[in-house]
């Protein structure tokens, strides 16, 4: 079962930064937050994944909260290519087998 | 580095007909998964593989759903009877046991739509 809750919806002006938040309140100390997205059409693609530090890669940035119970997702400049549905998924780190479970996502729409 | 391979891209079939897709893995992945993604909702892991044996198949419905992966590399999934409610995108995925996090990587998908 998923173990996240995120917002069914967001918008955000294209060049603006895009700020999608998920909250994981009982994730626990062997588990990772990872970031899917999936363009209509297409699988799940991977944007970005982190324990407990900040992290930031080509595609975005990702910011854990002290407390790991939240995170948020920094598109730092959104395009139109950037609307998707984009998945917040706890994991667990622990086992090499560990599988994703995924919810409803956040629908982001970038507006021109 | 090519990505999962997934065919047929789309199928249609009448309800109670048979159906199966293939998937290839990313070269070297020990670990493959198949999901179902039904139209509006996140994607349902159906069963999951390391290397040539099942590692956990609890969601998969076994009276009409059964898949192999033979060897280890490729793998099927199988549908027969369909059902009209078997109607969604069936996602292959694959990781590596190397590596940092052993980021799960998915196919485009098999589009089925039962009539």
């Known amino acids: 079962d998923a173990k996240t809750t995120q917002p069914p919806s967001m918008d955000c002006a294209e060049g603006r930064a895009a700020n999608l938040p998920c909250n994981h309140s009982t994730i626990s100390g062997n588990e990772y937050v990872y970031w899917y997205r999936q363009i209509h059409s297409q699988g799940p693609q991977y944007i970005i994944h982190?324990?407990?530090n900040n992290e930031t890669n080509e595609m975005a940035s990702l910011i854990i909260t002290e407390d790991r119970k939240s995170s948020t997702l920094i598109l730092p400049h959104a395009t139109l290519r950037d609307t998707a549905v984009y998945y917040c998924i706890v994991r667990d780190r622990g086992s090499t087998l560990g599988r994703l479970y995924f919810g409803r996502g956040t629908q982001l729409t970038v507006w021109p | 580095e090519a990505g999962v391979a997934q065919s047929p891209r789309y199928k249609i079939i009448e309800k109670r007909q048979s159906v199966a897709f293939w998937c290839n893995p990313i070269s070297g992945h020990a670990t493959l998964y198949w999901y179902q993604q039904i139209l509006g909702q996140g994607p349902k892991l159906l069963i999951q593989?390391?290397?040539?044996?099942?590692?956990?198949d609890s969601q998969l419905p076994k009276d009409r759903f059964s898949a192999e992966r033979l060897k280890g590399v490729d793998s099927t999934l199988k549908i027969q009877p369909a059902k009209l409610e078997d109607s969604a995108v069936y996602l292959c995925?694959?990781?590596?046991?190397?590596?940092?996090?052993?980021?799960?990587?998915f196919g485009e998908g098999s589009w089925l739509t039962v009539v």
């Open positions: 982190g324990l407990k």
């Open positions: 593989f390391q290397n040539n044996g099942v590692v956990d």
């Open positions: 995925a694959s990781s590596s046991l190397k590596g940092s996090g052993n980021t799960i990587y």
